[in-house]
Structures are given as structure tokens and as C-alpha cells.
């Protein structure tokens, strides 16, 4: 695990190498923000593409000290319950920073050639939608998989009462949340409706439906403790 922080930590600092890199090919102004259509709708510095690149580090930075934080806990476990509870959380951190990570990798590599101009317009949002998209798969699969944590899930205080509350809410929570994730590919690459309306009225569904059932698998498994 040891070696897993460095390498979170040294693919969080590439970005930068590359933009230090970059910055002496591109043209002093590079586009840097897209319309709805993926047109170009702003210009801006090219030193601006460090933003994202920091961004990546300071994700990394925090990925490192939280896997950190939970190996010190593991080693101060003063029982077999507490050092499987903090084992179970170094597992799931290291993979979600993991692939967070890998992620925004992509998406700062995919905008860094549209800076060089070797693309001229984002296919429709496809792209933003496709990052977002494969997020939220991913976030579903371990959702799915989740024990019952403080951290990550379809928490809510029905969800969170009993084991089995919680395995209900977070199998249909992290189903619900892939199908979204399907979706909103979808949704980012049509241009006949606003992307971001549609993203958001699908975003309040799958909330009011997450809580609505956490409240039926509550009642559910309310009755079986009884």
C-alpha cells in the first residue's frame, strides 16, 4: 500500500510536468471553454491550462494523506472488528482516488489537445458527458459492493439504521446511479434539448427515488429485526 500513495502521488504531479511541457508549443491564447455544442465560447492564456493540472494534485495530495490517515488507525486497531473496518476503508479509498484520478487524467489530456488545435469543437459534449458518464458507473459498482461506512454510499438515516437497510438502499442506490450514468452519455451527446436541464431534472430523480426506497428497505428490515 505503501508504494500504491506514491504512485497516486507521482500520476497527480504528471499533468504538471506535461502542461510545463506544453506551454512552450501553444499559442499564447488557447480555447478554454465550450458551448453546449462544443463550439469554442472563450479564449483564454495559455497558461491557464495549469489550472486543471493542480487541481489533479490537490486530488492526489488528499488521496495520499486519506490512505495515510487509515493505515495509522489500522496499526493503532486494537481488535480483529477494528483493523477489518479500517482495512475495508484503505481498500475502498486507494480505488476510488484511483480511479477519480485516472478519470480527470483522461479529461486533462482530451482538453490539452484541444488546445493544440489538433481538435476543433468537442463532439457535442460527448466527451464531458462520457467523463461524468463512466464516473458515475464506476461510483455505482462500488456503491453496490459497500459495506455499511460514514464515508461513501447512499447514506440516509433509514439506509444507515441496520445492515440490511443499508445492502437494499445501496443495491438500488448504486444500480439506479449506473443507469444514470448510461444516461447522461446519452443525454450529453444530443443537441435537440438542454444537456445540463436534463442532467439536473435526472439527478433530482435518482435522489427522490434513492431516499424513497432507503425508506421502504427500513421498513422492510424493520419488520425482520422484529
Not at 143 to 153: D, L, M
Request: charged share 15%; net charge positive.
Amino acid at each position: 500500500m505503501k508504494n500504491f500513495k506514491k504512485s497516486l502521488l507521482i500520476a497527480s504531479i504528471v499533468p504538471i510536468i506535461i502542461s510545463a511541457i506544453s506551454v512552450f508549443f501553444l499559442e499564447d491564447s488557447i480555447p478554454m471553454h465550450y458551448n453546449s455544442d462544443g463550439v469554442v465560447n472563450r479564449m483564454g492564456s495559455k497558461y491557464e491550462i495549469f489550472i486543471y493540472p493542480v487541481l489533479i494534485l490537490l486530488l492526489g495530495i488528499i488521496g495520499y494523506f486519506t490512505i495515510k490517515n487509515y493505515e495509522s488507525k489500522l496499526y493503532d486497531s486494537k481488535n480483529d472488528k477494528t483493523k477489518e473496518k479500517n482495512l475495508y476503508n484503505i481498500n475502498l479509498m486507494s480505488k476510488l482516488f484511483f480511479f477519480i484520478l485516472t478519470i480527470n487524467i483522461i479529461s486533462f489530456l482530451y482538453y490539452l489537445i484541444l488546445s493544440f488545435g489538433i481538435i476543433k469543437k468537442t463532439i457535442n459534449n460527448l466527451p464531458l458527458g462520457l467523463i461524468l458518464g463512466i464516473l458515475m458507473i464506476i461510483c455505482g459498482l462500488f456503491i453496490k459492493i459497500s459495506k455499511r461506512n460514514p464515508f461513501f454510499g447512499m447514506r440516509t438515516k433509514w439506509s444507515m439504521a441496520n445492515d440490511e437497510a443499508w445492502k437494499k438502499s445501496n443495491n438500488f442506490g448504486g444500480t439506479s446511479l449506473m443507469i444514470a450514468g448510461i444516461l447522461s452519455i446519452l443525454i450529453f451527446n444530443q443537441s435537440t434539448f438542454n444537456k445540463f436541464i436534463s442532467f439536473s431534472i435526472l439527478m433530482i430523480i435518482i435522489i427522490v427515488s434513492n431516499i424513497v426506497y432507503s425508506i421502504k428497505a427500513y421498513r422492510e428490515s424493520s419488520v425482520i429485526w422484529l
